[in-house]
């Protein structure tokens, strides 16, 4: 789909990966709506955006406020193409440890932060798509989900991370054959280590000892090339229903 004229959600896009994907669509001539938690610089990055982008507070792990926001947005942009979500994080605590069994609470905050809202807010965004009059190509939308290499390889202490981001690379092609018959595709890139304000903090030793597996470039990834990704999705109707790792070449080792 075009970028140019498009209206954009950008769940989480105060920072990092997706702030870096809301620069590149405003540049390239979209609107976007951020949304972000209500503590985060979602208003100044907003502002500082410029194309009249605005800030709706929302913590996706409250659905029915998510919903609200999702809605506010989607009517004041005036439609919806793309849908980007980057909402998300993981704890560090081992299935079994001398504490004990992983605590099923925050396994289930870990999914419910991840996997759920990803989900509400995909169907939320596939909503508003479907009030879009097809493209040229017969193309309504995009959603694209963030989910991790972590989702294929895990790292000690990850199960719960691992869980969620794998259930976001396993929706992706049943979501994007559901929606298949609206014209509306649907994607998810999963990062290998990136440097935004997740990893922010993490010592460079031991950001060089994350990334030592990379085949090339051995380094942290920039936010603003998980938004040349996303670009390319938006752009090319063929890409439909896959995870692509965006990754160097990594594979995660055990820790
Ligand atoms: N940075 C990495 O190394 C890396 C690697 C793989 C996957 N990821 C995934 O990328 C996403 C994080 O993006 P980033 O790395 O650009 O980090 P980031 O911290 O720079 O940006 C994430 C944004 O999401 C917002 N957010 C977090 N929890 C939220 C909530 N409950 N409600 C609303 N907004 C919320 C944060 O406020 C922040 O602005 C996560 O889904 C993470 O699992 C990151």
Known sequence: ???????????????????????????????????????????????????????YPCDVTDFEGTEKAIKAAASDLGAVHFGVNTAGGGIAKRTMSKDGPHPLDQFRAVVDL???ASFNIARLQAEAMTRNQPDENGERG???????IAAFEGQIGQVAYS????????????????????????????????????????????????TRDAAFPKRMGQPREYALLARAIFENPMINGSTYRLDAGQRFSPR
């Open 1 to 55: 789909m075009k970028i140019q004229g498009s209206k954009a959600i950008v769940v989480g896009g105060a920072s990092g990966m997706a702030r870096a994907t809301a620069e590149l669509l405003v540049r390239d001539g979209g609107a976007v709506a951020i949304l972000d938690r209500p503590g985060s610089r979602g208003a100044e990055v907003a502002a500082a955006l410029g194309g009249g982008a605005k800030f």
């Open 114 to 116: 991840n996997l759920i």
């Open 142 to 148: 995009v959603i694209l989900m963030t989910a991790s």
């Open 163 to 210: 869980a969620a981001k794998a259930g976001i690379a396993g929706m992706t092609l049943t979501m994007a054959r559901d929606l298949g018959s609206l014209g509306i595709r649907v994607m998810t890139i999963a990062p290998s280590l990136f440097d935004t304000g997740l990893t922010h903090g993490i010592p460079q030793q031991m950001a060089d000892g994350l």
